[in-house]
Each structure stands twice: as structure tokens, then as C-alpha cells.
């Protein structure tokens, strides 16, 4: 059976969902998907028949295409359980999953591609203003997520001693914080797991200048 | 052990954590945070203390908290499986958790209080313009739902004939449709759905107007 997975390199989606692949060692091809190329190929007739939010990532395997990043890598976790991205325990499963969706549901919908779009086309506001809301929603959800490591206890990653779906939400989260200047000062356990998971390979071949359609 | 929703009678989030309460049969109190009086119970000390991001649901069971109402909703179904939230087939439960995350991450995060309020507030935006933004969320997310469901071939629930995660983020998100008159003509899928869903009592006595803080 083929396994591909539609991304584009910059995707924070589309970075999580790389490194459950490679953390699992499951063999896929990757199929670039340009956001902003032609009028964004997530557009195309063809993409939408798999995927009709016109977002990357999509997994297809076979004729099966499973779409949203956090509903891809669950799966893949329950089809191919090793090594597993969320712990046994229902209390630890839980908080990697608020961890996790923190950043997935409260942090990077606000600030996706088609939101920026919005707010600079149809609300008219200037790049400084997206920036600003960029930074804004990225602070507040930091905050929030800094507080809630502490409360864990955490060390080397966010829950337990191996890497889960909430590390797998952290580290893109964290390169678009840098990429748009966010000061991490306030955040050292934030940083510290990010340092971290980028020792792993799973996280360094799937950052965005690895991948095939890097710019 | 007391069991606690920390709500808010029109919070969808909040909603979709109360159906999972009542459909289980789980005994809880509920603890109304009022979003709005007083700037907001949600931004006091003893409510940040056990959810640092100072939104609604929290779920309380003696001294853990969990926040997030996705990884509320997996905790409740992970240690009192009857009735079960996600179908038993990984294929299928990518299924409901894709349809849930449609709403959880891509509609309801971006409509949001606070979003509402940066838009009204900092961005200067009138109180048309936000009601477009909200609405136009909306129908690019419900676009795709549709679509989702069609090719589900769905019939009274998202997935199967049981409620699933899915129908629980769908119903709270119709409501918040309606309140913003939305047209619901082009998703007769997502209306039978709801319909039905409204003829059981876990969705009806949960809605807001059932609530103790209804206004």
C-alpha cells in the first residue's frame, strides 16, 4: 500500500505529522503542496476532491485519505502503535491531549495562512498589524502552556520521558514564534524541550529546510 | 469524589463537555464562570490557577483539573467507555476526530470571545465586520463538513448510528449558526443531524437555554 503525505515545508501542520512518520519509521513519500504558488495548489480540483478544507496535511494511504493533523497522527498511533506518542495512563493521555490542543485549537488556527489573508485583504490592515496578532495569540498561548509544564514538572519533554503529540505541536510552534521575532525569554521550559527534540532525528529531517520543496 | 464543569451557558466548547457528562450519566455539579461580568470570572485568580489560559470548560474531579473540552470528552470516554464517544474502528475514529477538529480547531477557535473582542478592540473593526468574519468562518468550515458527511454517506449522526465526539462539536456549532443567522440551506446534512440529535435528552437538557446561568 502507498503512503503520501501532501505538505508544504513552512506548515506547522504538516511538520507534525512528518515527525510521527519518521518517529515510527513508516515508509511515505512526500507530495508538495504550494500554499502560495498560482493562487495556492491547495485550491486545485484535484487536491480538494482529498481534502475539501484545502489545508495540508493530508494522509493518503491507499485510497484512504485522512485529513487534520491531530486525527492523522492519533491514527497512526493506534494502527502502529510503537512507539507510542501518547502514554498509557488516561490522566497523562490527558494532559498531552490539552497540551496538544493548546497550540492546535488555540494558538495556530488564528494565525494560519488564511487568517492573515483575511485580515489583510477584506479588514484591510497592514503587515504590522498581522504581525502584532501573529505575536499576540503566540504570547497568550505560551503563557498558558508554560504555566501548565510547570505544573507538570516537566523535564526533557513535555509529558513523560519520550517524545508525544503535544512535543510533536511544540516544536513548529516554537519555529514560528522565532520566525516572527517572539521573545522566548519568558518561556524556558518551552525552550528547553524544544532544544531538546531538535537533537532527535525525526525532528531535525523533518523541519522545514530539510524538506523537498524547501526555498 | 465531586466532579465538577466549570461553564458557561453559551460556550460551545463548554456545551459539547456537558452532552459527554449526561450521555455517560456521570454525576457532576456545574460551576457557571461568567464571561462577561465583572471583565470576565474566567480572568480571576482562583479560576487561572486551575486553567491558565481563562477560558471555559475545566473539568474538576477532587484535586485534577483537565482543560481543553476535546481532551476532557477523551478522558471521560477513556475511563468510562459506556457509551463509547468513538467507534472501535481506527478508520472511523479518524473519522469522528477529523469532522470534530473541522469545528474544534478550524471554526470555533477563530470565532471565539476573545478573538471577537481583538477585533472590536485593538483592530478597531465594527461590530458588522465581526459578524461577517464570524459568519464567514463558519460557512468555510461547514462548506467542508458537508462534504465530509456526504462522502461519509452520514445519515442521523456524523459517523455510524450512534453519537460520536463529532456530533458533540457539531450541535453547539449549529447553535452558535443560527444566533448568527447564517443561512443553513446549502447543509442539509449538517440540519438532519442536528435535528435529530436535538430529539435526545443528553443534547436537549445541555443546550444554553437549559442552563442555571441562562440569561
Redesign the interface.
Given at each position: 500500500m502507498e503512503r503520501t503525505l501532501y505538505t508544504y515545508f513552512r506548515s506547522s501542520a504538516a511538520w507534525r505529522t512528518r515527525i510521527a512518520l519518521l518517529l515510527k519509521g513508516l515508509p511515505h513519500q512526500l507530495a508538495p503542496i504550494h500554499l502560495l504558488r498560482n493562487g495556492g495548489e491547495q485550491h486545485s480540483p484535484e487536491y480538494k476532491a482529498i481534502n475539501?478544507?484545502?489545508?495540508v496535511p493530508t494522509l493518503q494511504e491507499g485510497d484512504?485519505a485522512?485529513?487534520?493533523s491531530?486525527?492523522?497522527i492519533?491514527?497512526l498511533d493506534?494502527?502502529h502503535p510503537s512507539p507510542p506518542l501518547l502514554p498509557a495512563d488516561?490522566?497523562a493521555?490527558?494532559r498531552v491531549?490539552?497540551l496538544a490542543?493548546?497550540i492546535?485549537?488555540?494558538i495556530?488556527?488564528?494565525n494560519n495562512l488564511?487568517?492573515l489573508q483575511?485580515?489583510k485583504g477584506?479588514?484591510g490592515?497592514s503587515q504590522q498589524?498581522a504581525d502584532?496578532?501573529y505575536r499576540?495569540w503566540i504570547r497568550?498561548?505560551f503563557?498558558?502552556f508554560e504555566?501548565?509544564l510547570a505544573a507538570l514538572g516537566s523535564g526533557d519533554f513535555c509529558v513523560g520521558d519520550h517524545p508525544t503529540i503535544a512535543d510533536l505541536c511544540l516544536v513548529p510552534q516554537v519555529f514560528n514564534a522565532r520566525r516572527f521575532n517572539v521573545d522566548l525569554t519568558p518561556y524556558p521550559r518551552i525552550v528547553r524541550i524544544d532544544a531538546h527534540c531538535m537533537t532527535l532525528p525525526a525532528f531535525i529531517e523533518s523541519q522545514p529546510s530539510r524538506q523537498p520543496d524547501a526555498e
Amino acid at each position: 500500500m502507498e503512503r503520501t503525505l501532501y505538505t508544504y515545508f513552512r506548515s506547522s501542520a504538516a511538520w507534525r505529522t512528518r515527525i510521527a512518520l519518521l518517529l515510527k519509521g513508516l515508509p511515505h513519500q512526500l507530495a508538495p503542496i504550494h500554499l502560495l504558488r498560482n493562487g495556492g495548489e491547495q485550491h486545485s480540483p484535484e487536491y480538494k476532491a482529498i481534502n475539501p478544507q484545502e489545508v495540508v496535511p493530508t494522509l493518503q494511504e491507499g485510497d484512504i485519505a485522512i485529513t487534520q493533523s491531530l486525527a492523522i497522527i492519533e491514527y497512526l498511533d493506534e494502527v502502529h502503535p510503537s512507539p507510542p506518542l501518547l502514554p498509557a495512563d488516561p490522566l497523562a493521555r490527558a494532559r498531552v491531549r490539552e497540551l496538544a490542543l493548546t497550540i492546535a485549537c488555540d494558538i495556530h488556527p488564528v494565525n494560519n495562512l488564511k487568517i492573515l489573508q483575511y485580515l489583510k485583504g477584506p479588514l484591510g490592515r497592514s503587515q504590522q498589524e498581522a504581525d502584532d496578532w501573529y505575536r499576540h495569540w503566540i504570547r497568550q498561548g505560551f503563557d498558558a502552556f508554560e504555566k501548565k509544564l510547570a505544573a507538570l514538572g516537566s523535564g526533557d519533554f513535555c509529558v513523560g520521558d519520550h517524545p508525544t503529540i503535544a512535543d510533536l505541536c511544540l516544536v513548529p510552534q516554537v519555529f514560528n514564534a522565532r520566525r516572527f521575532n517572539v521573545d522566548l525569554t519568558p518561556y524556558p521550559r518551552i525552550v528547553r524541550i524544544d532544544a531538546h527534540c531538535m537533537t532527535l532525528p525525526a525532528f531535525i529531517e523533518s523541519q522545514p529546510s530539510r524538506q523537498p520543496d524547501a526555498e
